[in-house]
C-alpha cells in the first residue's frame, strides 16, 4: 500500500547509488534520527515521495541544489526564483510547456509538521486579495485549490480576471516542501499529474545545521546556473532596466 522507505548506507546518493559529483547524487549530513513510519499521517502522503535524503528514493537524473535536489528531464526547464531587492532565492520553478511548479522547501519542528498552519496562511492571503479558496484532499493530503486575482487584468465588462492556483504541501522529518502550481497543472488532470509526479521526484537535504521552523532551507545554485543567472539579469536590465520580477530568476534548461 505504501512506498517502502529505507535509510541510505555510508556513501549512497538519496536515490540509494554510489555518491558522485557535479550534478549525480551526492550524500549529505543530517539524516532523520528515525526511519519514515507509513503510519504516521505526513509520512503517508509522501508515500511516494518528495523524499528525505536518508530514504532510499526512486533512481532519477536530479540536480543537486544545496537543499533540495530536483529531476531533470526533456521538456522541463529549472529556475532559481531570485527577489531582486534582496538579492535573495526565494524557490525553485519547474516549468512544463503548460504548467509551473513553485517549490520552497523549509525548515521544520522534529515533533509535529507545520503544513497546516501554512495552508491557513495562504488561505488568508488569498481571500484578503478578493480571492476564492476551497479545501481539496489530494494526492499529497490536504491542499488548497485557489482562484487568485491577477493584478491589471479585467474582461470586458470590467471584472476582475483571476488565475487558478493550487498550494500543495507536504511534511517530512524536520522539514516542509511547499509547492505552488499555475497553469494547466492546477486544473487539467492530465497536466495535474505530470506536475505532481515532478514534485514526488524531489528528494529535500535537510542538513544537520539547526534552524528554526519556517526559515528556508538554503538552496545553492551551482557555478555554471550562476553564470546563466547572471547574464539573464543584464539582459534584463538592457531591455527594461530594474523593473524583473522575482519569477524572472536566472533559468537552466533542462
Known amino acids: 500500500m505504501f512506498g517502502r522507505r529505507r535509510k541510505k548506507k555510508d556513501g549512497e546518493g538519496a536515490d540509494g547509488t554510489a555518491a558522485t ?5 551526492t550524500d549529505f549530513a543530517g539524516r532523520p534520527a528515525d526511519p519514515p513510519d507509513p503510519e ?3 509520512d503517508r502522503h509522501r508515500a511516494d515521495g518528495p523524499w528525505d535524503a536518508g530514504e532510499e528514493a526512486p533512481e532519477v537524473q536530479r540536480m543537486d541544489l544545496g537543499s533540495v535536489r530536483i529531476p531533470v528531464r526533456a521538456g522541463i526547464e529549472i529556475q532559481v ?3 531582486p531587492q534582496q538579492n535573495r532565492i526565494i524557490g525553485v520553478t519547474l516549468r512544463t510547456q503548460r504548467s509551473a511548479l513553485q517549490v520552497q522547501p523549509y525548515a521544520a519542528p522534529k515533533s509535529s509538521g507545520i503544513w497546516a498552519e501554512m495552508r491557513e496562511e495562504l488561505r488568508s492571503q488569498v481571500t484578503s486579495q478578493g480571492g476564492k479558496v476551497e479545501d481539496f484532499d489530494g494526492t499529497f493530503g490536504p491542499e488548497l485549490r485557489a482562484v487568485v486575482p491577477v493584478a491589471g487584468k479585467k474582461d470586458d465588462q470590467g471584472r476582475q480576471l483571476g488565475e487558478r492556483v493550487r498550494f500543495i504541501g507536504v511534511d517530512g522529518p524536520r522539514w516542509v516542501l511547499h509547492g505552488v502550481i499555475r497553469g494547466e497543472g492546477a486544473s487539467k488532470p492530465q497536466a495535474m ?4 509526479e515532478l514534485f514526488q521526484q524531489i528528494v529535500v537535504v535537510r542538513g544537520d545545521n539547526p534552524a528554526p521552523p519556517r526559515e528556508m532551507l538554503p538552496i545553492v545554485v551551482p557555478q555554471e546556473i550562476q553564470q546563466q543567472m547572471a547574464q539573464a539579469a543584464a539582459q534584463r536590465q538592457r531591455a527594461a532596466g530594474d523593473g524583473a520580477s522575482a519569477e524572472d530568476g536566472g533559468a537552466a534548461q533542462a
Open 193 to 196: 499529474a505530470e506536475i505532481e
Open 81 to 83: 526564483n531570485v527577489a
Open 21 to 25: 559529483h557535479s550534478g549525480a547524487e
Open 40 to 42: 504516521k499521517e505526513a
